[in-house]
């Protein structure tokens, strides 16, 4: 099995939560999921963004998502070539 790497497993994220990926996609992403905290963090922040979506203004996201979104987004730009 090729694992994915975390900047696909980042961009997968809404086509997971949306329930729009095919079996293989999520048997990779969760797999990715099992072995990286960091994507595990990513994912339980973008599932709380989804269940308060339209909820909650901007304002209201939780505390350290800039924190976990900023390092996703640094993760992913190193992993970019
Ligand atoms: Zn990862």
Do not use: W
């Not at 694992?3 to 999520?26: F, N, P, Q, W």
């Not at 990286?36 to 998502?65: E, H, I, M, W």
């Amino acid at each position: 099995m090729v694992y994915l790497k975390c900047s696909k497993v980042v961009s997968k994220v809404s086509d997971i939560i949306d329930g729009e990926a095919g079996l293989m996609t999520r048997m990779r992403f969760y797999g990715h999921i099992m072995m990286c905290s960091n994507c595990r963090r990513y994912l339980a922040q973008f599932r709380l963004v989804r269940d308060y979506a339209g909820k909650v203004t901007q304002n209201n996201l939780p505390d350290d998502f800039d924190r976990v979104m900023n390092f996703v987004l640094e993760e992913v730009g190193k992993e970019d070539d």
